[in-house]
């Protein structure tokens, strides 16, 4: 079994950061890629962003690339997402996840087989 703890959430105004950390605990953390996802009221979660095993790959959806960076520390059992440049329509539960597979970096929701409570962010115009 796998455990997620996502924090870091919280109210910013249009234009400022947030990190957000998920501390994975109960499997080989450095063995399998992490993402994140979001999802908003009354719809469907959806991919953020994704990273690889050892960091040499990240994926980014299109609506957050060059605003959202996605990073992990194996040594801390932790994936991170730094989140610049916050919009309005950045507002949404926010969820980390960790792919069901070693080898790949999964970017759908079924690629994913453990899930953390979510975090809500929440940006005020």
């Known amino acids: 079994q796998v455990q997620l703890v996502e924090s870091g959430g919280g109210l910013v105004q249009a234009g400022g950061s947030l990190r957000l950390s998920c501390a994975a605990s109960?499997?080989?953390?450095?063995?399998?890629?992490m993402g994140w996802f979001r999802q908003f009221p009354g719809k469907e979660r959806e991919f953020v962003a994704a990273?690889?095993?050892?960091?040499?790959?990240?994926y980014y959806a299109d609506s957050v690339k060059g605003r959202f960076t996605i990073s992990r520390d194996n040594a801390k059992n932790t994936v991170y997402l730094q989140m610049n440049s916050l919009k309005p329509e950045d507002t949404a539960v926010y969820y980390c996840?960790?792919?069901?597979?070693?080898?790949?970096?999964?970017?759908?929701?079924?690629?994913?087989?453990?899930w953390g409570q979510g975090t809500q962010v929440t940006v005020s115009s």
């Open positions: 109960g499997r080989t953390f450095s063995s399998y890629a």
């Open positions: 990273i690889s095993w050892n960091s040499g790959n990240t």
């Open positions: 996840a960790a792919d069901r597979f070693i080898g790949r970096v999964g970017t759908a929701l079924y690629e994913y087989s453990y």
